[in-house]
Nanobody
Framework: QVQLVESGGGLVQAGGSLRLSCAAS????????MGWYRQAPGKQRELVAH???????TYADSVKGRFTISRDNAKNTVYLQMNSLKPEDTAVYYC??????????WGQGTQVTVSS
């Protein structure tokens, strides 16, 4: 049974930083894509950033230049460094792992709250 465990969320003032981590437990093979999504109250879940196995990254326009995604393949872990946080970044953040076989796994979500 594969589980994704997220950590690092919390409450921070505008302009501050947080680092999210997401680690997979259990047997998971051929992870191709690791990504972070977020969902604010009353809004749809949206892609924040993702990174593929070759290292190419993609970011939502709203976080470019402020957030950095990285991965540690040996640890089956993905990170999201969030700097210059804004109140509009407040949301529940979810990680997702996608394998080359087409399987997708989601974390349980971690709350990020940015106060003004």
């Amino acid at each position: 049974q594969v589980q994704l465990v997220e950590s690092g969320g919390g409450l921070v003032q505008a302009g501050g930083s947080l680092r999210l981590s997401c680690a997979a437990s259990g047997s998971i093979f051929s992870i191709h894509t690791m990504g972070w999504y977020r969902q604010a109250p009353g809004k749809q879940r949206e892609l924040v950033a993702h990174i593929i196995s070759g290292g190419k990254t993609t970011y939502a326009d709203s976080v470019k230049g402020r957030f950095t995604i990285s991965r540690d393949n040996a640890k089956n872990t993905v990170y999201l460094q969030m700097n210059s946080l804004k109140p509009e970044d407040t949301a529940v953040y979810y990680c997702r792992f996608g394998t080359t076989w087409g399987s997708n796994y989601w974390g349980q979500g971690t709350q990020v709250t940015v106060s003004s």
